[in-house]
């Protein structure tokens, strides 16, 4: 597992896979935001496998250890 976070837009992606390639994407599904208060996506590839997660306001659902530990 990779974690990158931008500390200017407080955002993190974990990558779930080894690499998303550029188009990797196929489909990203917002988790409601009425459930985590917040904005949190899930990205799946062609074949319907879970790849990445994006969080948005990282440093509200991540901990601090794990954004210290992360790639620019």
């Known amino acids: 597992?990779?974690?990158?976070y931008d500390a200017?837009?407080?955002a993190?992606?974990?990558y779930l896979a080894a690499e998303v390639r550029a188009g990797g994407v196929?489909?990203?599904v917002p988790?409601?935001?009425r459930e985590t208060d917040g904005m949190i996506n899930l990205d799946f590839d062609a074949e319907g496998r879970l790849v990445g997660i994006e969080v948005l306001d990282?440093?509200?659902?991540?901990?601090?250890d794990l954004l210290a530990l992360a790639e620019p």
């Open 12 to 14: 993190a992606y974990i």
């Open 8 to 10: 200017g837009v407080d």
């Open 26 to 28: 196929a489909r990203t």
């Open 31 to 33: 988790v409601d935001p």
């Open 1 to 4: 597992m990779r974690v990158t």
């Open 58 to 64: 990282a440093s509200r659902f991540l901990s601090p």
